[in-house]
């Protein structure tokens, strides 16, 4: 018997031992497992840090955990976190799911998660991230193991529930809840409890709700076919204020809601209905003395959709309320209140507000009046009246205000008011009953965190025809503020489709915006793309003249000074009659129109406009930025990002730009924003003594990877100040830090930009015209060779008249096509290509006279040019005696900083020696063309047509025929032995060609330089 009990005692080990190891063994698999199946079935991405197994935490339960459990949507919720929980447990009871039916799930909890949950205003939800499966056949889904979901929790949550399609915002803090039920039935219980330490509530721009405490337990009987939710038991807590909840709630399909919910206050005092009441609910509320009644309850009844609203009826009545806090030394007494607001049908336009009277006295001042509205749609029409006296002072001594530091002033208002808005449409003011005034006198508020405000005088007037505000002094902070206006249709205010109109002058001699501006504590949050981050709702019906004008703005790091601003503004049509600023030096100036702008703002569609922008004066240094360091790599987005929802046109005239050191003069020219490009047509300018011109586009719609492609002229151009100025320039011809003179050009380029808005030059493609004008090379130490070389000294200094060259920028590689220039009796032959890198292959054929090294001998010094190509074309089998012409091809290669100079004495002039050194050529680029298809293509094809067509212009007259026929025999011959090694290659070749030459003639005609002086 003991060796059967050991032998079961040792099993039991190994098998507990196995449930502990299992975990382990397997963890990797299991987290793989888990990320693949969760993304191959949602659209949102789900992560989490560790996983963890375990069959004793909830013996005899299966405990799963996941660490770091998060939930991020894609598409117009890209980024943002649908669940962020500090750790996700479920408890499986291990028994059913080895040998049960079902996997009975005994717990699922979410501990301190925090989601977000935003419905956009087409429905589209966050939480809907399962991905659409097609109908599996019913064999199949009969084979799935069902699940059944006993409890649920959540522990320390947070929830921000954000439904822009009512709209409507909800915050939860500090959330515990949990419910059970058995959620597999189609008809069953399901039993709550929910504890909320801070509620706040927000719908169509009321604050109902602030920071409230909450406690809801709950029984709803669920009827999951019909997706339809009843009341069963209801114990709800708001503050100290119990309210009874009975009724039913259901989601027939995807687009309404219908409900039949009513509401009431069981207790009726007042004191715990003071307590809802933002910032009444303090920690010393219990000590509150309080007296009155209170009836408060109401109904939601019907359909609710985008376009129907359901039935709804508010009441409130308070009698002769008053309250005292036990550490102030007034309070508040007489309130009464008499209110009902009554929706009996499913348009909002039966809706009527009737408060036949409302009265309070806070200390020795009383207020009382009343107030009625109906038919808000179409007429609204109003019948209300107050009068009465506010002292802030004593106000600040009744109700508790948490951080309020200092409150003052009088409010004075008596305003009668009876009126309809289509009596005012059509002028029939002597229908309209509206008169009155409202004053505030002295008014001080100081609270933590913001700066204090000082309202001197604020003097407004109500008339039949407008409300008139003559007069409003203040000091906000820093900052002063005078201004004066009218509004002439104030009761479009209540009408959801009457526009507000009026006019307004603004002055201020200093403002400080930075003290307005706060630090936003959810920047780093991304929101709906398509959507703003708020939902409270902005009036958006007003059309109004202003005349502004500030003497000194502070915004973040700038002061801005003498600003002017004049139009007519509506929400989404803003014409700017005349606008202008003084920056520092700089002035700006302009006018224009904007168009779609509150839609831009708040629903993120495309702002379009037109502004014509003017300046003396414009220095943009104070507007760049310090580069990030080159060893730290900048993300994508440092680059400039062109806005993909804006459709601008801007039209430019610069006098002076500052930029950097220097200065652009006459900038003039059309910027044009669209879909993420920013294009520039016909910009000109005056800069470093000549002229630049630019026309292209700047392109963003990749932002990793940004383009641009322009055409660019310079004119009159320093070579020196160029290579000074432009580090592209510096960086794609570094020869013209050697260089004298100007030059003009025209080109085309284009290719990537870099994360620092320099191009990308290994992606660059650029090709274009180089002219010379009166330019020199000088200290060029290649050109000290062959002057010693020659023994001509003047070849030191090579001259450059009015050349006029084709050059071309790919793959890093930047290629001068051979030109022809002339140096006194020597002709010279130019061509040839450098790396970015400064590595150089270049070509210099010169063609010298030999009376040029004979007239000059006066000696053996002076005859030793002469004497040194004798010797060396020995060396090469030439016979210099033979020609008029000695011909020497040096070759440049190495760096600017270390150049190496090599040589080839030529064959005199001649046909058979031209027709060798064609044919040798032509012999070298054959064999290379087998060895490097790519190079001999792109490169040698064309160096062997220039080199025989250079041959050919240097020939003498008397056999230039002859050459020309040598010449296209090699190129013939080139071109046959290539041909055979690299098959279409060639015929690719010769398109390219072809497209060179279209490229070439565009940029003939292309010439806004040409254009703009006429």
């Known amino acids: 018997m003991k060796k059967v009990l050991a032998g079961i005692a040792v099993i039991l080990v190994l098998f507990v031992g196995a449930l502990v190891a299992l975990p382990y063994f397997f963890k990797d698999e299991i987290i ?196 339809k939710f009843t009341l069963k038991e209801s114990d709800l807590q708001l503050n100290a204020l119990k309210l009874a909840l009975d009724g039913w709630f259901q989601m027939p399909n995807d687009t309404d809601y219908l409900m039949d919910l009513r509401f009431s206050t069981p207790q009726n005092e007042f004191k715990n209905f003071l307590s809802l009441l933002p910032g009444a609910y303090t920690q010393d509320f219990d000590g509150v003395q309080a007296n009155g009644k209170v009836q408060f309850g109401g109904f939601a009844r019907g359909r609710y959709n985008e376009t129907t609203y359901p039935a709804f009826k508010i009441d409130l009545k308070v009698d002769n309320g008053s309250f005292k806090y036990p550490s102030l030394p007034l309070g508040v007494s007489g309130i009464f209140v008499d209110m009902s607001i009554n929706s009996p049908s499913d348009h909002l336009n039966a809706m009527t507000v009737n408060i036949p009277r409302f009265a309070l006295r806070v200390g020795t001042n009383p207020i009382e009046g009343r107030f009625f509205l109906k038919t808000p749609e179409t007429n609204p029409t ?37 009126a309809s808005m289509q009596q005012i449409d059509a002028g029939k003011y002597d229908e309209v009953n509206m008169d009155g005034h409202f004053r505030i006198q002295n008014m001080t508020y100081r609270a933590d965190g913001t700066p204090p405000v000082r309202i001197n005088t604020l003097t407004t007037s109500f008339s039949p025809r407008y409300v008139d505000v003559p007069l409003f002094d203040a000091r906000l902070g820093k900052s002063d503020l005078r201004a004066s206006g009218r509004i002439d249709n104030v009761l479009a205010y209540f009408a959801p489709k009457k526009t507000m109109t009026g006019s307004f002058n603004l002055r201020s001699a200093y403002f400080d915006a930075n003290e307005w501006l706060t630090e936003d504590e959810t920047a780093a949050e991304p929101t709906p793309s398509a959507n703003p981050e708020t939902t409270e709702k902005v009036f958006d019906r007003w059309d109004f003249t202003l005349d502004g004008a ?173 290579y000074q100025s432009f580090v592209t320039f510096k960086t794609l011809a570094p020869i013209a830090q050697y260089m004298e003179g100007k030059f003009n050009t025209t080109l085309t380029m284009s290719g990537l930009l870099g994360k620092d808005m320099m191009p990308d030059f290994g992606t660059l493609n650029a090709a274009g015209f180089i002219e010379t004008l009166n330019a020199a090379v000088n200290n060029f130490k290649p050109l000290a060779d062959i002057s010693q070389r020659l023994n001509l000294a003047y070849l030191s200094r090579l001259e450059l008249q009015n050349t006029r060259n084709w050059f071309e920028i790919q793959n890093g590689r930047i290629t001068l096509k051979p030109f022809t220039t002339q140096m006194r009796d020597v002709t010279m032959q130019i061509g040839g290509s450098h790396g970015l890198n400064s590595e150089m292959s270049y070509q210099i054929l010169t063609k010298t006279p030999r009376k040029a090294l004979e007239k000059t001998a006066a000696g053996s010094a002076a005859n030793s040019g002469l004497r040194w190509i004798s010797g060396e074309a020995a060396k090469f089998g030439v016979n210099v005696a033979q020609g008029e012409y000695i011909n020497v091809r040096f070759d440049i290669t190495g760096t600017l900083a270390n150049p190496k100079v090599a040589f080839k004495i030529l064959p005199s002039d001649g046909e058979r020696t031209i027709q060798e050194e064609a044919s040798s050529v032509a012999q070298n680029l054959a064999q290379q063309a087998r060895d490097t298809l790519q190079t001999v293509v792109t490169q040698k094809v064309e160096e062997v047509k220039k080199q025989a067509e250079a041959a050919a212009e240097k020939a003498i007259d008397s056999a230039k025929q002859v050459v020309t026929q040598k010449v296209e025999e090699a190129k013939e011959k080139a071109v046959q032995e290539i041909g055979k090694a690299v098959g279409e290659e060639a015929g690719k070749k010769a398109e390219e060609i072809l497209r060179t030459d279209e490229a070439k003639k565009k940029l003939e005609e292309w010439n806004p330089l040409k254009k703009r002086k006429n």
């Open 32 to 227: 793989a497992q888990i990320k693949t199946a969760a993304n191959e079935n949602l659209t949102a991405k789900l992560d989490f840090r560790d996983v963890s197994l375990s069959v004793f935490r909830h013996f005899p339960k299966l405990a799963v955990g996941l660490d770091g459990l998060t939930i991020t949507g894609t598409g117009p919720f890209e980024g943002i976190k649908l669940i962020d929980c500090e750790r996700l447990d479920v408890a499986v009871d291990l028994w059913s799911a080895i040998f049960g039916s079902e996997i009975v799930v005994k717990g699922f909890y979410l501990n301190s998660p925090k989601i977000n949950v935003y419905v956009l205003p087409d429905g589209t939800a966050n939480y809907d991230i399962a991905k659409p499966s097609a109908e599996e056949p019913e064999t199949a889904a009969a084979s799935s193991t069902p699940i059944r979901l006993e409890r649920y929790a959540i522990r320390n949550g947070e929830v921000h529930y954000d439904d822009r399609s009512l709209p409507m915002r909800a915050d939860l803090w500090d959330l515990n809840h949990e419910g059970s039920g058995e959620f597999t039935a189609d008809i069953y219980d399901l039993v709550t409890r929910t504890d909320i330490e801070q509620l706040s509530v927000r719908y169509d721009g009321v604050q109902y709700l602030s920071k409230a405490k909450a406690s809801w337990k709950a029984t709803l009987n669920a009827n999951m076919p019909e997706m």
């Open 382 to 418: 109003v019948d209300t009246k107050i009068t009465g006296r506010l002292n802030l002072a004593e106000l600040s001594k009744a109700f508790p205000m948490e951080g309020v530091q200092e409150l003052a002033g009088l409010i004075e208002a008596d305003i009668a008011a009876k």
């Open 550 to 722: 500030i003497g000194k703005l502070i915004y973040d790091e700038y002061t801005l000074t003498d600003l002017v601003l004049k139009g007519n503004f509506t929400p989404n049509k803003m014409t700017f009659d005349n606008f202008g600023l003084r920056i520092g030096d700089s002035d700006l100036r302009g006018s224009g129109r904007l168009l779609n702008v509150w839609n831009y703002l708040f629903d993120n569609q495309t702002v379009y406009g037109a502004l014509s922008l003017k300046s003396d004066y414009f220095d943009l240094n104070p507007f760049m930025t310090d580069e990030a360091p080159a060893a730290e790599e900048a993300p994508a987005e440092s680059v400039l990002l062109v806005p993909e929802n804006v459709d601008m046109t801007l039209d430019a005239d610069f006098k002076r730009i500052r930029y950097t050191e220097h200065e652009l003069r006459n900038l003039r020219g059309q910027i044009v924003v669209k879909d993420g490009i920013a294009a520039l047509r016909d910009l000109t300018a005056d800069v470093l003594g000549g002229q630049i011109a630019l026309a292209g586009s700047y392109n963003t719609q990749q932002p990793a990877k940004p383009t641009f492609d322009v055409n660019l002229a310079l004119q009159n151009m320093g070579f020196r100040d160029a």
